[in-house]
Each structure stands twice: as structure tokens, then as C-alpha cells.
């Protein structure tokens, strides 16, 4: 069984840090892909990024690139978003998911596992 617990959001000012950290308690963990999404009041859920396996592949929504960086760490069964020069914009619930395959994919519908999500908020 798959539990994904996300933690480390919190209220930030802008141009700080966070880093999310996304625990699986499964024994599985190092098989998946694994992908953070996030959502905004009022607005639909958006990919963020995505990393294979092996963090081999990874995969980013072109307008975070360069602020935001996935990572995981197998031996711990976590997967982390480290989130750099924070704008009030990037304010919402930041979600993990894990997917049965080593494949990371931007499309949320693909992920099998989703975490309970951590609140984000950046004050300008």
C-alpha cells in the first residue's frame, strides 16, 4: 500500500524558500515516478514537475524552471521540491503523486497515488 505524506509548506514572504518533502510509506517507492502538482484557489490543478525512477528524466512546466527543483532520495522513500525566489502567484496546495511506472508524465490522470497535499502561501 502507498501513503504519500507531503510536508514542509508554510507562509513565506516573496523571494524566500521552501522545500516540500514527500514521504512514501511504501516498499515500492523506488519503482515509481513521482510528480508534484499544485493548485490555486479557484483555478485547476497544475503540473509542476515530474522525476523518473532513477531521477534520470525529469520533467518541468517551462515557467518554473529555473525556481523550482525535484529531486528524491530512494533510500528515504522521499521525494523533494525545493522552491526558490517564491512569488505571491506560486501561492496554492502543493500536492505528490506516485505512479506505477518509472515514466514521469505531466498529465495528472496517469498518477495512481496522491499525497494529502501541504498549503503553500507567499505574501508580497
Known amino acids: 500500500q502507498v501513503q504519500l505524506v507531503e510536508s514542509g509548506g508554510g507562509l513565506v514572504q516573496a523571494g524566500g524558500s521552501l522545500r516540500l518533502s514527500c514521504r512514501n510509506s511504501?516498499?515500492?517507492?523506488?519503482?515509481?515516478?513521482m510528480g508534484w502538482f499544485r493548485q490555486a484557489p479557484g483555478k485547476e490543478r497544475e503540473f509542476v514537475a515530474a522525476i523518473s525512477w532513477s531521477g534520470g528524466s525529469i520533467y518541468w512546466t517551462d515557467s518554473l524552471k529555473g525556481r523550482f527543483t525535484i529531486s528524491r532520495d530512494n533510500a528515504k522513500n522521499t521525494v523533494y521540491l525545493q522552491m526558490n525566489s517564491l512569488k505571491p502567484e506560486d501561492t496554492a496546495v502543493y500536492y505528490c503523486a506516485a505512479r506505477r511506472d518509472f515514466r514521469p508524465v505531466q498529465d495528472g490522470s496517469a498518477y495512481d497515488f496522491w499525497g494529502q497535499g501541504t498549503q503553500v502561501t507567499v505574501s508580497s
Open positions: 511504501g516498499s515500492t517507492f523506488s519503482t515509481y515516478a
